[in-house]
């Protein structure tokens, strides 16, 4: 049972916007930032989004996350086939000494 | 090139121990923290815990502390996760990642730098 709480699949056709949502606590996100990753098949994690909206370099407008309360969500606008991958949501927790809590993640489907 | 080199895929028996590594080049590696995460095949992610290679200071999730190690060697750039006892619960694949930003807590930004991933097995 993961910290986060993330839908298990979601999906879109290509050109569509999507939403992946992504719930926690007071703990967490209510009270830290929210980073999210992209995981393609056989391949290490892509850090996404950090500080709740901020892209990294060299990562796409398409993407983009925001965070209201104790829930953040990440859109993709545009959708492409390549999007296809496994989408995690991340904060601090600043519970008994602090540590990193992950959501279960999200497979997102291109149709 | 910012990179992280992790050492190669282990095959164990229940009750060895292990240490896997993974090393830092084309930063400072004194100045970003390290975590390491696990991902069962099929699973999702599972942050283990985190450190500070410039003076130790680690931080290990609830579910992991006490049944892992992490360290550093600041002069080979180079940071481990350690098992004393290995289960076959233990078989995963293993990341470790550089911290975003020089912080945690508040100023956290995630994992913007990974290794490639060390697969271990563990069976009898």
């Known amino acids: 049972q993961s910290v986060l709480t993330q839908p298990p699949s979601a999906s879109g056709t290509p050109g569509q916007r999507v939403t992946i949502s992504c719930s926690g606590s007071?703990?967490?996100?209510?009270?830290?930032?929210v980073n999210w990753y992209q995981q393609l098949p056989g391949t290490a994690p892509k850090l996404l989004i950090h500080?709740?909206?901020q892209r990294p370099s060299g990562v796409s407008a398409r993407f983009s996350g925001s965070k209201s309360g104790t829930s953040a969500s990440l859109a993709i606008s545009g959708l492409q086939s390549e999007d296809e991958a496994d989408y995690y949501c991340?904060?601090?927790?600043?519970?008994?000494?602090?540590?990193?809590?992950f959501g279960g993640g999200t497979k997102l489907t291109v149709l | 090139e910012v990179q992280l080199v992790q050492s190669g895929a282990e095959v164990k028996k229940p009750g060895e121990s292990l240490k896997i590594s993974c090393e830092g080049s084309?930063?400072?590696?004194?100045?970003?923290?390290i975590a390491w995460v696990r991902q069962v095949p099929g699973k999702g992610l599972e942050w283990m815990g985190i450190?500070?290679?410039?003076?130790?200071?680690?931080r290990y999730s609830p579910s992991f502390q006490g049944q892992v190690t992490i360290s550093a060697d600041r002069s080979f750039s180079t940071a481990y996760l350690q098992w004393r006892i290995l289960q076959a619960s233990d078989s995963a694949i293993y990341f470790c990642?550089?911290?975003?930003?020089?912080?945690?807590?508040?100023?956290?930004?995630?994992?913007?730098?990974w290794g490639q991933g060390t697969t271990v097995t563990v069976s009898s």
């Open positions: 007071s703990s967490n996100i209510g009270t830290n930032t």
């Open positions: 084309g930063y400072s590696f004194s100045s970003y923290w």
């Open positions: 500080s709740n909206n």
């Open positions: 991340s904060a601090w927790d600043d519970s008994l000494n602090g540590y990193v809590v």
């Open positions: 450190l500070n290679p410039r003076d130790s200071d680690t």
């Open positions: 990642a550089r911290s975003y930003s020089q912080y945690i807590g508040r100023y956290y930004y995630g994992l913007d730098v």
